[in-house]
């Protein structure tokens, strides 16, 4: 056509290409295309980990902390706790026992205490002793008596040793055999083949083979070996294993005892090793009667006859 350039081609005309066979590769869909993929999502049960921690074990959950405090509570027990062989008596060897050459420097046990601990200083102040008849205060240290005594009765055994303070000045053979010969009577413990004694020494001592302990201590150094107690230095009493015969008592009685140092001798023994055995005290049954042995004598017969033995 006349005035239009010899490019120019009309504009609704598609233009194929020029030479369709050069195409290298058909136009083909892509089959392997699928939904964008995404990260799997962590599903969080509400209630936090101990939830999940329930939801997961079921009844072990609450089993396992039950079981993990009864064990620690079994375990606690058993390391404050040492059994002593006598019935009812705590008792603990955490102080090794010393031989006769050396001490023992405070209390054997960690066990309830018991004394007569009532009115001390009314008592202490009616006492009318004479301060120059024995130490006031001793070394604080203990030492073994040593040597070992006859079986005496029979039934089960139970042996003891026997202590003095250093530097109280007292004959402690002769007061280990005062004590033997107490526990040997047929009217103590031992009454009817319930039990049967006998002191053993030194080297029994450091071994640890006895059951119960008896010392003799200064009224200065009683709550040294009865710590809490409250004996006012006045009254004897028993820790742990350990049955502590306070020496003023031993030396110069009571005033119920009316000066009959003898029977209250017995009675102090009897009375401190009931308690090592696990006997607790009793109260006077009545004017007139026989105090029971545990009844706290020391402090007042309240009425009651005095007696120094478990089976009068």
């Excluded at 053993?200 to 150094?221: E, I, K, M, T």
Aim: net charge positive.
């Amino acid at each position: 056509m006349a005035g239009r350039p010899a490019d120019e081609r009309p504009r609704n005309v598609r233009v194929l290409p020029s030479d369709p066979v050069r195409r290298t590769a058909p136009l083909v869909a892509r089959t392997d295309l699928g939904p964008p993929r995404r990260p799997p999502v962590r599903v969080v049960s509400p209630g936090g980990r101990a939830r999940r921690f329930v939801r997961r074990y079921g009844w072990r959950a609450y089993a396992i902390p039950l079981l993990t405090i009864a064990t620690i509570a079994v375990l606690l027990d058993v390391a404050l706790t040492v059994p002593g062989t006598s019935a009812g008596a705590a008792s603990t060897t955490a102080d090794a026992p010393p031989s006769s050459a050396a001490s023992t420097g405070g209390p054997a046990g960690t066990s309830a205490a018991q004394g007569d601990a009532e009115p001390t200083n009314q008592a202490k102040a009616t006492a009318a002793v004479a301060p120059e008849s024995y130490v006031e205060k001793g070394a604080g240290k203990l030492s073994v008596v040593d040597g070992s005594s006859q079986v005496y009765g029979t039934g089960p055994l139970k042996r003891f040793i026997v202590e003095v303070e250093d530097g109280i000045d007292i004959d402690g053979p002769g007061f280990a055999t005062a004590v033997a010969t107490t526990l040997g009577d047929p009217r103590s413990w031992g009454n009817g083949g319930r039990m049967s004694f006998q002191r053993v020494g030194a080297a029994a001592a450091a071994a640890g083979q006895f059951d119960f302990r008896v010392a003799l201590v200064s009224p200065g150094n009683m709550e040294t070996y009865c710590p809490g107690v409250g004996t006012g230095g006045y009254t004897s009493c028993r820790y742990g294993d350990r049955a502590v015969i306070n020496l003023a008592r031993w030396a110069t009685a009571v005033p119920d005892y009316k000066g009959d140092l003898v029977t209250y001798r017995l009675y102090v023994v009897n009375h401190e090793v009931g308690h090592a055995l696990g006997h607790g005290h009793e109260q006077c049954p009545g004017p007139g009667k026989v105090a029971p042995v545990m009844q706290q004598q020391t402090l007042g017969l309240k009425g009651c006859v005095k007696n120094a033995w478990p089976f009068p």
